[in-house]
């Protein structure tokens, strides 16, 4: 059983940068995707992005595009989340997963992690 878990959140003004962590631990992740998901208050679960096992591949949710990146490091069994250019409407609990297949939707995950926090102020 994979646990996921993440880091890096925080409090960040708008138009600020910040960088999330997501360290697999319990089995290696030859062969799976991950990725991030978030939720606001009051909203459903909105994909942010994902990246395949080799990184050759990535997904982007249309409100992110352009200044959110995914990246991977297999090494260490992590991936990461650089956000640029935070806005307020990115508010959210940041939650990493993991899936067989490249994802873009909540049915497709296999495992989630307990989330992290992410506030932009105005």
């Known amino acids: 059983q994979v646990q996921l878990v993440e880091s890096g959140g925080g409090l960040v003004q708008a138009g600020g940068s910040l960088r999330l962590s997501c360290a697999a631990s319990g089995r290696t992740l030859n062969n799976y995707a991950m990725g991030w998901f978030r939720q606001a208050p009051g909203k459903e679960r909105e994909f942010v992005a994902a990246i395949s096992w080799r990184g050759g591949s990535t997904y982007n949710g249309d409100s992110v595009k352009g200044r959110f990146t995914i990246s991977r490091d297999n090494a260490k069994n992590t991936v990461y989340l650089q956000m640029n250019r935070l806005e307020p409407e990115d508010t959210a609990v940041y939650y990493c997963?993991?899936?067989?297949?490249?994802?873009?939707?909540?049915?497709?995950?296999?495992?989630w992690g307990q989330g992290t926090q992410v506030t932009v102020s105005s």
């Open positions: 997963a993991t899936s067989v297949i490249l994802f873009t939707t909540t049915r497709q995950v296999n495992t």
